[in-house]
Nanobody, 127 residues
Framework: QVQLVESGGGSVQAGGSLRLSCAAS????????MGWFRHTPGKEREGVAT???????RYVDSVKGRFTISKDIAKNTLYLQMNSLKLEDTAMYYC?????????????????????WGQGTQVTVSS
């Protein structure tokens, strides 16, 4: 059974940092395409970053240079390092995964690209 469990969210002041983690079971992160999405009330779920099996990444423009997606194969965990946080980064953050046969395919920042989702972890950035 596939399970994705996020952690690491919290409250932080603008300019601060947080690292989100997503522990995977039922998938091995080495065989899956994975991503981070976020959602705020009244808006559609937004793709933040995705990563291919071989570690190639894709980011939404608003987080480029500030966020880094990575994975630890030994720990079977996906990460999102978030630096220089802004008020507009406040959201519920979700981990997502999909089985990918290609090692080089980098999923688009689209909800439909992923089959499995975690329950989310809240990130709140204050001034």
């Amino acid at each position: 059974q596939v399970q994705l469990v996020e952690s690491g969210g919290g409250s932080v002041q603008a300019g601060g940092s947080l690292r989100l983690s997503c522990a995977a079971s039922g998938y091995t992160v080495s065989s899956a395409c994975m991503g981070w999405f976020r959602h705020t009330p009244g808006k559609e779920r937004e793709g933040v970053a995705t990563i291919s099996r071989d570690g190639t990444t894709r980011y939404v423009d608003s987080v480029k240079g500030r966020f880094t997606i990575s994975k630890d194969i030994a720990k079977n965990t996906l990460y999102l390092q978030m630096n220089s946080l802004k008020l507009e980064d406040t959201a519920m953050y979700y981990c997502a995964a999909a089985r990918c046969s290609s090692t080089v395919y980098v999923p688009p920042l689209a909800v439909g690209s992923f089959a499995s989702w975690g329950q989310g972890t809240q990130v709140t950035v204050s001034s």
